[in-house]
Structure formats: structure tokens, C-alpha cells
């Protein structure tokens, strides 16, 4: 007997509110309803385990679409209801769940609940017009029950001639929503969402007639796949995996046909519950570094990808599963990132994925070295971003120096200057780097002639790394850009000729007035080399840091340094001016190619030089 009923909540006043507010994720309303279908066969389960059910050896959901009458259902054999228990679970239950949901959101802010938890059954009003539940109880002499509303004030409730045990949910979807009767679209919800979910899934199943009607005697008989891994690799013990299922969970999870470099199995149950992989992926191309992809589980079910509350922004970069049942879900982003237990995840994640660096540094530096380029970026990244990451992590920084060789960085820091020490003039150990190996090409044969090491910062993130590094070591280090100290690194021990040095430099000032640089004179280690440019770090990073952040152009100080040992610089002073202007203008130019590109202007100017230089040697 069929009969009408109220629902209590003033649910017409909220959908439209929430459909707004879930608008472009309005696809949760399938994880929220198959997650229900997933309860309701753990909860029959559970009465198996106390002796109060009878066992079932096939739990299963099934979803099946129909284009054609524009329905999705989703139906379980868990543990079903009774016409009590829909009225208390779907019409007062699951419509107050609704209207918490709304004051939750509400209160927000704006921020949005985590993964949009805790709408439940409701969220399927976001899709459909109107939805039926056929249902039965577990309970000896149940009858089936039908519940039909279209989610306003009304339903009925009455009985049906459902059979088997479990609950069939039916939705008519409403105009515009008739994407979700598509096979190809659910069965891509069903793969963001329910991946991992603990019981089978299956999408528009064949009978078994249908499926075998091909098969000829003795050949194996076909079976419906699930769409879903029941027993996803992270819940094993690291023990039981091998590299072999690690790559293929990888490859299939991410749609990665390269292989990881290496994985971390987080799996912990004290003082909460944490299980799952972090990939360290290959990185092809230096933009492929913007974003990995770690995606957030809660019990084996899908909440979100790259929860910067829960999951510290460097390990971003990496791909990876993590599920943690304690993480609280129908909350705010901020309660979320000032949970004190949030909190302690998000440590202990930093933590194991510094242990694991550390230990295939002490156990395989080969490896370590070998991976390093892609490994790089994301721990100077994470350094920047996390002081605890630091700390574990800054003894298996490494550079290569300039003779293709691994060095750790803290090996090259200096003794601690004293503030005394400071004071009077001492400055902390400098550490010399490249940062573009063909531009500097120059310098760095004169440092390698000169038996002078650097190590190579070519990488986007190394202006910030060492900045911070220093930062974090103002006595102990300070880095130099090849080119900023020529004269301290390179010039040859011993008194320089006073009157000497002012005549060069004065011919050099004479022809260069206008140029906008500064000249001294060095005795430099290298005779080949005239002159060389020399750029204050300081200046130079500040110019860089004007160009990055569009704050016009400040270009930095440069000085040229005079090589006094050249013979080409110790021709002039007995030159004609002709000579001179050109031989100098020449020397610059040299010097200058050996810094940066020239401008349009100064190109044509070097090339006016050149010819001229010509004519003069051809005419004797």
C-alpha cells in the first residue's frame, strides 16, 4: 500500500543554493551515492562477522545506465532497509545532512568543504528530477519497500516486489544532466572516484548467457570485469610488493608509460592511520616540474587531487596516492590547515620522504647521482619551502663542479666567521658558480687554468636555492657568480706597477667614455685573455630580481678589468691614438661577447670596429 509523507526540511529552498556553490563538481553526486552502496555492504558484513547474518560470497555494486530513458542506477546487496528505516535514513536523515551541509558551506566562507564530503544521498537531486529506492532488508520476512520523490516537500513510500537483499537507487536525470546515462562518462566517474573502492564495481554487467554465446566447448568461459582494484597495491605491506607491481600501479594510476625513478610506501597505523605511495616521476622537461599529481583517499575513496592543507605544496611535484581515514573531511580548508592532527600527517609525510632521500644517498649514491637531475629541483623546492625539510635534507644537496663531479654543497662552506671577525673585513667562505656553462665558456677556462673550482647552478629554482641558502648560513657561505669576482679569484699574487696601472687604465677610460663601465687593472693569472667583465653579485642579482618582477630596467654595474700580463694590453702604450681607440674598442667588445649578447647597436659598432681593424692589417 502505497502512501504519501512530508519531508520536514525546507529542502526546495536549498538546491538551488547548492547546485550554484557544486556547479562545476556536481559529478561527486556518484562517489556520494556508490560510497553509500559501499557502506551498506561493510555494515551487512559486520553482522556476518557477529553470527547475526547469514554470509554472502559475492558483494558487489552495479551500475547500470540507460541512455535511452535517461536513468542511472546504482544498486548493492548490502544490508538494506526496511519502510522505518527509509523514512528515518533518506527522508529525515539524509535531508538534514543536506541543510548541515548547506550551514557548513555557508559559514565557510566561500572556501568550500574539502572533497564536498557529507551531502550524501542528496547530492543525486543535483543531477536528477526525481529519484526512486527499491530496497529490502536483511531481516527475516522483509518486504520490499519503493521511496520516490523528486526532492521537494513530498514522497511516497510503499511496497514493492523486490526479492534480494540490498538497495536499488534510480535516477531520472533532468534535462541537461542526461550525460551521466552515458557509459563513457560514468565509467570515467567511476574511475576518478572509485578506483580503489573495497568491493566490486560493475558498469552495465552481461549475463553470463550473453557474454558466452561465442565460446565453444573447452574454451575458458568469460567473466564481467570490475571496473575497480578491490585490494590497491598501498594497502599491502611494503614486504609483500614488487618493483614490478610498484611500475604497473604507477603506469595504470597515472597514465605514466615511463617508469618512476623511485617510490616511497608510507604505511602507518599509530598514532593514526596512513597508507600509500609517493612516486618520484621522471621529469622529461623542465615545465613538466609545475605539478604532479598526489591524489587523497579517505578509506578508498577518492576526496581530491593536491590538498596543499594536508599534503606540503613541494611534494606537489611528485605523484602519488595517500589514504588517511583520520583526515576529517566535511570541514573548511582553514579548520583543515590548523587541525593539530592534520598537521602531524603533513610532518610525518616530509619526513619519511627525506628518510627515503637520505637512505639511497648512504645506500647508492651511484643511483643518487644518476637521478639527481630530476630529483634536483624538487629538493632545493622543497628546501625553500619547508626549514624541517631542510634540515633533514641539507647535507645530500649536491652540485656538479667543474669537472663533471658530484659535491655535496655543505662540504664547501667555510668556518664560521665571528662577528668580530666581520667587523674586520672577513667575509664568509665564497662559493663560485655557473650559471650558464656556453656563455661563460670564458671564464670558466680561466678558472679551470687557474686550478680554481665552481659547481653548476643552471636550473630555474637555484637563484631562490642559494639565496636561501645563505640566508640560512649568513657566517659560513656566500655565492659568486663566475664572473663577479674576477680580480679576487684570478689575479696573480704580487705588487702591481702604480704608474703603470694608470696609464693603461687611462687609455682605456679616454676611448670607452660613454660606455657606462667601469675600468681597473688586474695582473691576471691567464696572459691570453686582455680583458674580462666584471659584474657585483649583489647589483646583478638585484638588476635580475628588477627583470623579474617587471620593475623596469636597472642594469646592473660593469667593470672591466685590464689584464696588465696581456701583451695585447702592454701594445698600447706605445701606440698611436688611432691604434689605440680601435685596439681598445676591439678588447671591450671582446670582453663583452664573453658576458652577454651584444644590442643592435653595439653589434653594428663591433663590426665598424672589426673592419676598420682589418683594413688597418691589410694596409701594413
Known amino acids: 500500500m502505497e ?33 553509500n552502496a559501499s557502506d551498506a555492504i561493510t555494515k551487512y558484513k559486520k553482522l556476518v562477522s557477529l553470527g547475526e547474518a547469514a554470509e554472502d560470497g559475492h558483494y558487489q555494486i552495479v551500475v547500470t545506465t540507460d541512455d535511452k530513458a535517461g536513468t542511472l542506477t546504482v544498486e548493492d546487496n548490502g544490508i538494506g532497509m526496511t519502510a522505518e528505516e527509509v523514512e528515518k535514513y533518506i527522508t529525515q536523515i539524509a535531508f538534514s545532512g543536506a541543510a548541515d551541509f548547506l550551514e557548513k558551506y555557508e559559514k565557510a566562507g566561500g572556501e568550500g568543504i ?84 573495497p568491493y566490486e564495481i560493475y558498469l552495465n554487467p552481461k549475463s553470463d548467457e550473453e557474454l558466452n554465446k561465442d565460446v565453444k566447448e573447452g574454451e575458458e568461459r568469460k567473466k564481467n570485469t570490475p571496473v575497480n582494484t578491490t585490494e590497491p597495491l598501498y594497502l599491502k605491506q611494503p614486504k609483500d610488493c614488487t618493483e614490478e607491481e610498484y611500475k604497473d600501479f604507477y603506469r595504470h594510476t597515472f597514465s605514466d608509460f615511463n617508469d618512476p625513478l623511485f617510490q616511497i610506501h608510507l604505511n602507518m597505523e599509530y598514532p593514526f592511520r596512513l597508507k600509500g605511495i609517493l612516486y618520484f616521476p621522471k621529469v622529461r622537461k623542465q615545465v613538466e616540474l609545475e605539478r604532479g599529481q598526489v591524489k587523497l583517499y579517505c578509506n578508498q575513496v577518492f576526496i581530491a587531487d593536491n590538498i596543499k592543507e594536508v599534503i606540503p605544496e613541494f611534494l606537489m611535484l611528485l605523484n602519488g596516492v595517500i589514504d588517511c581515514p583520520d583526515i576529517p573531511l566535511n570541514v573548511s580548508r582553514s579548520f583543515l590547515q590548523n587541525d593539530a592532527q592534520v598537521q602531524k600527517i603533513a610532518k610525518h609525510i616530509t619526513k619519511k620522504v627525506a628518510d627515503k632521500l637520505k637512505e639511497l644517498y648512504r645506500d647508492d649514491k651511484e643511483k643518487y647521482e644518476n637521478c639527481w637531475n630530476d630529483l634536483a629541483t624538487f629538493v632545493k623546492f622543497g628546501c625553500v619551502k619547508d626549514d624541517r625539510f631542510y ?24 668556518e664560521e666567521v665571528s662577528e668580530e671577525d666581520a667587523k674586520n673585513g672577513k667575509a664568509p667562505q665564497a662559493v663560485y658558480y655557473v650559471s650558464d656553462e656556453k656563455k661563460q665558456a670564458q671564464y670558466v677556462k680561466m678558472f679551470k687554468d687557474a686550478g680554481l673550482d665552481a659547481i653548476i647552478c643552471d636550473t630555474y629554482i637555484d637563484p631562490h636555492f642559494i639565496s636561501y641558502i645563505e640566508y640560512k648560513n649568513p657566517t659560513r657561505v656566500r655565492f659568486l657568480r663566475i664572473d663577479a669576482d674576477i680580480a679576487g679569484a684570478l689575479k696573480e699574487a704580487g705588487e702591481e706597477n702604480a704608474d703603470e696601472a694608470k696609464e693603461i687604465a687611462g687609455i682605456f677610460e679616454k676611448y670607452l667614455e660613454g660606455k657606462h663601465v667601469k675600468v681597473t687593472t688586474e695582473r691576471l693569472k691567464d696572459a691570453d685573455v686582455p680583458a674580462v667583465v666584471n659584474v657585483s653579485e649583489f647589483m646583478r642579482r638585484m638588476s635580475e630580481m628588477n627583470s623579474f618582477y617587471m620593475m623596469g630596467d636597472s642594469a646592473a654595474d660593469v667593470t672591466l678589468v685590464v689584464n696588465l700580463n696581456s701583451a695585447a694590453v702592454q701594445g698600447l702604450k706605445g701606440a698611436g691614438e688611432e691604434a689605440q681607440k680601435l685596439s681598445v674598442l676591439q678588447i671591450y667588445y671582446l670582453a663583452m661577447l664573453a658576458y652577454k649578447q651584444l644590442s643592435p647597436e653595439e653589434l653594428a659598432e663591433y663590426t665598424r670596429n672589426q673592419t676598420e681593424l682589418i683594413k688597418k692589417y691589410l694596409q701594413g
Request: glycine fraction near 10%.
Open 3 to 35: 502512501r504519501q509523507g512530508n519531508i520536514r526540511i525546507a529542502s526546495e529552498n536549498m538546491m538551488p543554493i547548492i547546485k550554484k556553490w557544486l556547479y562545476s563538481d556536481k559529478d561527486i553526486f556518484l562517489r556520494e551515492i556508490v560510497s
Open 114 to 197: 574539502i572533497g564536498h564530503f557529507g551531502l550524501g544521498f542528496y547530492s543525486a537531486y543535483m543531477v536528477s528530477d526525481n529519484i526512486g529506492i527499491f530496497t529490502k532488508s536483511y531481516r527475516e520476512g522483509s518486504t520490499g519497500v519503493h521511496w520516490q520523490s523528486d526532492g521537494n516537500s513530498t514522497y511516497t513510500i510503499g511496497d514493492c516486489d523486490k526479492e534480494t537483499r540490498g538497495t536499488k537507487v534510480v535516477m531520472h536525470l533532468a534535462e541537461g544532466e542526461k550525460e551521466f546515462a552515458r557509459e563513457s562518462e560514468v565509467r570515467k566517474l567511476l574511475n576518478k572516484y572509485c578506483s580503489f573502492m
Open 391 to 414: 634540515d633533514q635534507v641539507k647535507d645530500i644537496v649536491i652540485y656538479k663542479n667543474l669537472e663533471g663531479k658530484y659535491v655535496p654543497l655543505s662540504s664547501m662552506f667555510g
